[in-house]
T-cell receptor
Framework: KQEVTQIPAALSVPEGENLVLNCSFT??????LQWFRQDPGKGLTSLLLIQSSQREQTSGRLNASLDKSSGRSTLYIAASQPGDSATYLCAVKSVSRLTFGEGTQLTVNP | NAGVTQTPKFRILKIGQSMTLQCTQD?????MYWYRQDPGMGLKLIYY???????DKGEVPNGYNVSRSTTEDFPLRLELAAPSQTSVYFCASSYPQQGENYGYTFGSGTRLTVV
């Protein structure tokens, strides 16, 4: 059974800081890994999708990496802004299903 | 292109009542899913479907039923609502072929409270 863990559970940083969110998974037989953002009371917004054959993906200030063999992914956020405050969820796609971590709640203080 | 649409957005049910959460997608995705998210937690898979007429249980199916009569619609049925079913429910869909490297698209959620 696939298990996904995200560390830390919560993170508070000052504006402008670069930061890294971590995601680990137990079964390396995955198709892809997806990072989502969730604002309070809202749905999920897809940020980045890394396919199993890829090592990283970038979108603006976001960079996600994938090391399938070690079961790890990181989401790097450069020059953080208060608008980045949200919960970030990592999800791993295996056969027929997507397994989520419990998320990292990020607060960026002005 | 509306993506994944869920209705209603909010609902309060009394214990023992029943209701159907609606989900429809217009992207011709074969795969559809229902997740629940409890406060401060990740999403847990309730049921999923790989195509019209085919459904299967996820991690937490007890107390729920689904049907998939068309590619577009995947309703979730609660027959006898219980307080433990208070949660936010998300419907999602993904592109056709199993194993293809496509991501998921999520609806905006239904916030259900059972009192």
């Amino acid at each position: 059974k696939q298990e996904v863990t995200q560390i830390p559970a919560a993170l508070s940083v000052p504006e402008g800081e670069n930061l890294v969110l971590n995601c680990s998974f137990t079964d390396s037989a995955i198709y892809n890994l997806q990072w989502f953002r969730q604002d309070p009371g809202k749905g999920l917004t897809s940020l980045l999708l890394i396919q199993s054959s890829q090592r990283e993906q970038t979108s603006g200030r976001l960079n996600a990496s994938l090391d399938k063999s070690s079961g790890r992914s990181t989401l790097y956020i450069a020059a953080s802004q208060p608008g980045d405050s949200a919960t970030y969820l990592c999800a791993v796609k295996s056969v027929s299903r997507l397994t989520f971590g419990e998320g990292t709640q990020l607060t960026v203080n002005p | 292109n509306a993506g994944v649409t869920q209705t209603p957005k909010f609902r309060i049910l009394k214990i023992g009542q029943s209701m159907t959460l609606q989900c429809t997608q217009d992207m011709n995705h074969n795969y559809m899913y229902w997740y629940r998210q409890d406060p401060g937690m990740g999403l847990k898979l309730i049921y999923y479907s790989v195509g019209a007429g085919i459904t299967d249980k996820g991690e937490v199916p007890n107390g729920y039923n689904v049907s998939r009569s068309t590619t577009e619609d995947f309703p979730l049925r609660l027959e006898l609502a219980a307080p433990s079913q208070t949660s936010v429910y998300f419907c999602a869909s993904s592109y056709p072929q199993q194993g293809e490297n496509y991501g998921y698209t999520f609806g905006s959620g239904t916030r259900l409270t059972v009192v």
